[in-house]
């Protein structure tokens, strides 16, 4: 099954606002969702950055929210139990990618038939193992962004 994942901020492969990035307020965009499946007991989302020139770069990481939330408001704080991103910090980091370039960024959400039960801070790479076998459904919004 397929989530369907929109943000008002920005279209699918459009740009993301500047209000949204390390450039300025640093804020979550808004994200809205249909087509959660029946059975979900909870839901994770992880935004990631494929082209940061070491690799994958985490910019987001939320877990346990309740399934059934139909989307996050921008600048999101204290939903669900957030993950540490590639910051170093816990929640949201905008995108902030090297001068002269021009990235994409996935936002990827999950139905999981469980909850995580994860601590505050946990990682990409814990999220994806704890999932492991669980989700029912994913969705993908990517957005873009250059300096």
Known sequence: ?????????????????RRHTCDGEDLSPSLSWTGIPAGTHSLALIVD???APRGDWVHWVLVDLLPDLNGLPEGVAGTG???????????YGGPCPPRGSNHRYYFKLYALDQTL???????????????TGHILAKGQLTGRYGR
Do not use: W
């Not at 139990?81 to 929640?91: E, M, P, Q, V």
């Not at 039960?117 to 999932?131: F, H, I, N, Q, R």
């Open 81 to 91: 139990t957030a993950g540490k991103n590639d910051f170093d910090r816990l929640g």
């Open 49 to 51: 950055d494929p082209d």
């Open 117 to 131: 039960g994860l601590k505050p801070g946990a990682t990409k790479v814990d999220v994806e193992t704890a999932m």
């Open 1 to 17: 099954m397929t989530i369907q994942l929109t943000s008002s901020a920005f279209k699918e492969g459009g740009d993301i606002p």
